[in-house]
């Protein structure tokens, strides 16, 4: 792993930041301020504690979405509006930005900015970088203002010129960034039947949550055959999973009278596909979700840990990780010894880093659950879904996240953050990989 040198010295000693480091540390400073904002008295309309302005600006930087306050009632539009820009900051990523500042004052972007950059969109690669960063802004904006201009129009009348506009500033952002904020108390649920809305909040978090080297891709070759294998398997994988989860909770909840048993039959298929595609990590949601079955629940669930696309405004192990030890799982049963698809092999490099992510990700899940069950007085279904929600930058609670102890907020804190800079970036920064300089004969292990 790279090491970035910095010019401090304490006691005499040069200090040694990795990217992982660097990283982790971009997220706390902007979690830190963000804290210190909210906590302002023009930011809330009611008393706030610390732990409740940090848990919230640890939820908005980490675009997660869980909150332990009402974003619309117990924050003043100050407020309202730090949390916004944490989430625009959290999504695209402190090191972007820092980027585009480099490049619009004419500096050339160093070898140590690329580094942080590829570390930021987990990148294996640092060519292109800079053409990413100016893509993303550039998606960005034109994504951003076009979905704000149409929920304009469905909410201007609504509410008024300045309201209208707000609320249509902020959930634009808060969606195409897959945080899940919402300035209703029971977030978008009166809009479960309203197409406009279900249309362009689900397209503005499919599209953050997809990927922005996919969305270059499409951009510049048009063609899928011409598409690289990451983004084949992005676009198809987002396809089939979206498909399968919006007909699955359609045929669960169907009758259930806590969801879309009571619903017109247009409403219910409305709301089983922003259901159906919301669990990766969008965090919206438009049913009730504690009134939902079990086998609805544990469907999000799963959802909630696969996630979103790598380089995207999403967390989660991410969808091709997901893929690709399915793919490596069937090449196994079948005996044979290079995972292909679309006519591609796929690298065992890549397959181990896929297996490695998925297990440091249990253990830290495994790790909160086990210390939440001890502080929290609740149902265990509930704990596991505020676990996978908070690690999958989500959002989405059965309605626990306001009744959680000091020492719960901390987890789910230590969660969202975990989920957000991404589980292998977490591992490199409290350790020190390093390359073996030696290689040592092979043997057998029993498994199985």
């Known amino acids: 792993m790279p090491k970035l040198v910095s010019s401090n010295l304490v006691k005499g000693k040069i200090i040694n930041i990795s990217p992982p480091q660097t990283l982790a540390l971009s997220f706390l400073i902007i979690i830190a301020i963000g804290a210190c904002l909210l906590k302002l008295p023009g930011a809330s309309t009611t008393y706030i504690s610390w732990v409740d302005a940090l848990f919230t600006a640890t939820s908005a930087t980490t675009v997660t979405g869980l909150v332990v306050v009402d974003t619309g009632a117990d924050f003043t539009v100050f407020g309202q509006t730090v949390i916004m820009c944490l989430i625009q900051i959290g999504g695209l990523g402190l090191m972007t930005f820092a980027v585009l500042v480099v490049m619009m004052i004419g500096k050339k972007i160093g070898l140590q900015q690329r580094i942080l950059v590829q570390e930021a969109f987990n990148q294996t690669s640092l060519g292109g970088l800079v053409r990413l960063v100016k893509h993303l802004f550039i998606f960005t904006i034109v994504i951003e203002f076009v979905a704000f201009l149409i929920l304009s129009i469905r909410w201007v009348p609504e509410y008024g010129l300045q309201k209208g506009l707000f609320h249509s500033l902020f959930n634009t952002i808060s969606a195409f960034n897959n945080a899940g904020f919402s300035l209703w108390p029971d977030n978008l649920s009166q809009y479960v039947g309203d197409p406009i809305v279900n249309l362009v909040i689900t397209g503005l978090f499919i599209t953050g949550g997809i990927g922005f080297t996919v969305l270059l891709d499409l951009w510049t070759k048009r063609n899928f055959r011409k598409l690289s294998l990451h983004s084949?398997?992005?676009?198809?994988?987002?396809?089939?999973?979206?498909?399968?989860?919006?007909?699955?909770?359609?045929?669960?909840?169907?009758?259930?009278?806590?969801?879309?048993?009571?619903?017109?039959?247009?409403?219910?298929?409305?709301?089983?596909?922003?259901?159906?595609?919301?669990?990766?990590?969008?965090?919206?949601?438009?049913?009730?979700?504690?009134?939902?079955?079990?086998?609805?629940?544990?469907?999000?669930?799963?959802?909630?840990?696969?996630?979103?696309?790598?380089?995207?405004?999403?967390?989660?192990?991410?969808?091709?990780?997901?893929?690709?030890?399915?793919?490596?799982?069937?090449?196994?049963?079948?005996?044979?010894?290079?995972?292909?698809?679309?006519?591609?092999?796929?690298?065992?490099?890549?397959?181990?880093?896929?297996?490695?992510?998925?297990?440091?990700?249990?253990?830290?899940?495994l790790f909160a659950l086990f210390i939440l069950t001890i502080t929290e007085n609740a149902p265990f279904l509930k704990i596991v879904f505020e676990v996978f929600s908070a690690f999958g930058t989500v959002g989405l609670s059965m309605g626990l996240t306001p009744d959680l102890t000091a020492a719960g907020k901390a987890v789910i804190m230590m969660m969202m953050f975990i989920g957000r800079v991404g589980p292998l970036t977490m591992a490199f920064t409290l350790a020190k990989p390093k390359k073996a300089p030696i290689r040592h004969p092979e043997d057998e292990v029993i498994t199985g």
């Open 232 to 365: 084949k398997l992005m676009i198809v994988g987002t396809l089939i999973i979206n498909t399968t989860a919006a007909l699955l909770i359609f045929i669960l909840e169907y009758s259930n009278p806590g969801t879309l048993g009571g619903l017109p039959l247009a409403d219910k298929m409305w709301g089983a596909y922003f259901q159906g595609v919301t669990p990766r990590t969008a965090g919206f949601n438009t049913l009730d979700i504690a009134q939902m079955t079990t086998p609805s629940l544990l469907l999000i669930i799963v959802l909630m840990f696969i996630g979103a696309g790598s380089a995207s405004t999403g967390s989660g192990i991410k969808l091709t990780t997901y893929i690709v030890m399915i793919l490596a799982t069937i090449t196994f049963l079948r005996g044979k010894s290079e995972t292909v698809v679309f006519k591609r092999a796929i690298k065992m490099k890549t397959i181990l880093r896929a297996l490695a992510i998925i297990v440091i990700s249990f253990l830290f899940v």
